[in-house]
C-alpha cells in the first residue's frame, strides 16, 4: 500500500478508512520512510512545515482537515507539482452559528449575566444592567466567501444591514467597502471572516479598531493573524473599543493575560466548526480527497490554487 504521513491527530472514523488504503505514518513518532511517502493527512493549524515537505521528494498530494490552510505552503507544493485540498462548505453553517453566537454573547452581556446569577448578585442586588439589543444593527463583513455569506444569511431574521468589505467587489446586494477602516467607521459590528496568511496580517490593526470605536463590537472566527492583537487589547483596555468576541488568536492556545482578565470580552478556544456532526464531515471530506486522488488523481475540493491540477 502507498505511504501517508499523518501530521496532527484523525477521529477512529478516518484512521480506520485510511488504514484500509495507506500505511500510516505518524510525523510525531519521528521517523518515517520518507522516499515513500506518497500522502499527506494534516489539519489547518499545524499545516506542513517546510522542511517536511522539502524532505518528501515523491509527495504528491496534501489534505488539510479544515477550510484555512495557510499553515501550508501552497506555492512551494503547486511548484512541484503536490495538489493541496481543504474541507470548504462542510462547516460554513457551524462557523456561522458561532459568529452569531458571539455576537449575541457580547451584545446581550451573557458572561456578565451568567455571573451575576452564579454570584448571587440577583438576589442581593436586583436586576442586572441592561444591555444592547442585536436587531437591527450594521455589521460589516472581513470577507464574503463562503462563511461570509452564510453569516449573513444568519443574521437576516435580525433585521441587519449588511455591508462588506473583501480584495475584490462581489456581485452581491451589500454595499461594498474598498476601504477597510471607513466600513469599520460606518458599522455597528466588524466580523472577520477572511483567510489567514501574509495579505491579511493584522489587517485589523489600530486604525481600524479605533474607526470601529468605543460603542463597536469586534467578532474574529477567521486567523488570530488578522487582527492585532496587542492593538486591539489596549484598545479594549482604554475603552477605545467597546467588546470582542473571539474565536482565534495569534499564538494559540496561548492567550494573553491581558485579554483573558478583561471584562468586555468573549473567548473561545478555536471551536468554530467543533460539533460532533460537522467535524465529521470535515473528515469524511479529508479522506475523500485522500482516496479520489489515489484513485484517479483528481480531487474534491482542492484550494483554489489548486483547482487548475
Known sequence: MPDLLQIGGVT???????????????LADGTYPAE?????ATNGHDGVPADVMSALPNLKMISCYGVGYDAVDVTAAKARGIVVTHTPNVLNGEVATTAVMLMMACYRELLRDDAWVRSGNWEAKGNAPLTRSVDNQTVGILGLGRIGQAIADKLAPFGTTIVYHSRTQKDVAYKYYADLKEMAANVDCLICITPGGPATNKIVNKDVLDALGAKGTLINVSRGSVVDEAAMIAALQEKRLGWAGLDVFEAEPKVPQALRDLPNVVLLPHVGSATVETRAAMGALTVD?????????????????????
Do not use: W, Y
Not at 480527497?289 to 491540477?309: K, R
Open 36 to 40: 515513500a511517502i506518497t500522502h499527506i
Open 12 to 26: 477512529d472514523v478516518m484512521r480506520e478508512r485510511l488504514e484500509a488504503a495507506f500505511t500510516i505514518h505518524k
Open 289 to 309: 480527497n485522500l482516496l479520489q486522488h489515489l484513485s484517479d488523481g483528481s480531487t474534491v475540493s482542492p484550494v483554489p490554487e489548486c483547482t487548475d491540477m
